[in-house]
């Protein structure tokens, strides 16, 4: 109808879902989770979530699940912040042994993804806001964490990445060629060093005992 306008929930999934069909590009953003996101598999979401943590700066941590009471698989699950919770305190054995670093501090960030009918996973509950500070990724090392590839991309990657490994192989057989050279060549020095000294030494003696044997004449 002219003149209607989507609601604002409507417009935010619209944009998300523009968003989603970026982010495979090598120079786009890291894209923030959102309700209604949806992911191919469970590995996936847990992949993405685990990209966007090391990018922003925390540590992912796969914790609660639930599994269907028809055939016992995992339908829901829940993604938080290492720093999720408390440590149970426990008394300590000994007085004389340092206490535990704190490892937790109640840190409320999480995702929470289910199963849906057609086999994707739903993003339903997001908590962005973290109660501790954040140690992001400069720019640059960001880009080496994208999200979730397609196939080709994946293979395109490890092609590339077996090149590399592939020239850095050959390159430290390259250098390991030239060390043992080195090695070879100060082996020869120190040898050659070795029998000149012995042979000052003998000389030496060979005089001492010329100018001893004068003497007694």
């Not at 993003?123 to 720019?139: R, Y």
């Not at 994946?154 to 390159?171: N, Q, V």
């Amino acid at each position: 109808m002219e003149g209607s306008s989507l609601p604002e929930e409507d417009v935010e999934m619209m944009e998300n879902s523009d968003v989603m069909k970026t982010v495979t590009d090598e120079a786009s953003p890291m894209v923030e989770p959102f309700i209604g996101m949806e992911f191919e598999s469970e590995e996936a979401a847990k992949s993405f979530y685990d990209n966007y943590a090391t990018c922003i700066g925390f540590v992912m941590r796969v914790d609660a699940f639930r599994r269907s009471m028809r055939d016992g698989t995992v339908v829901w699950r829940r993604l938080v912040c290492n720093k999720e919770g408390f440590r149970r305190s426990r008394p300590r054995r000994s007085e004389s042994r340092k206490p535990r670093a704190i490892t937790r501090e109640g840190c409320k960030a999480l995702i929470v993804v289910k199963r849906e009918k057609s086999g994707n996973w739903l993003v339903t509950k997001f908590e962005k806001e973290h109660n501790h500070p954040l140690l992001p990724l400069s720019p640059n090392v960001r880009r080496n964490f994208q999200l979730p590839q397609t196939p080709d991309e994946k293979d395109a990657k490890i092609r590339e990445l077996s090149a590399e490994l592939s020239r850095e192989r050959r390159r430290c057989t390259a250098l390991q060629q030239q060390l043992d050279m080195v090695l070879k060549e100060m082996e020869e020095h120190s040898n050659h060093l070795t029998i000149n000294i012995n042979n000052v030494i003998q000389s030496v003696r060979d005089i001492e005992s010329n100018t001893f044997t004068k003497q007694q004449t």
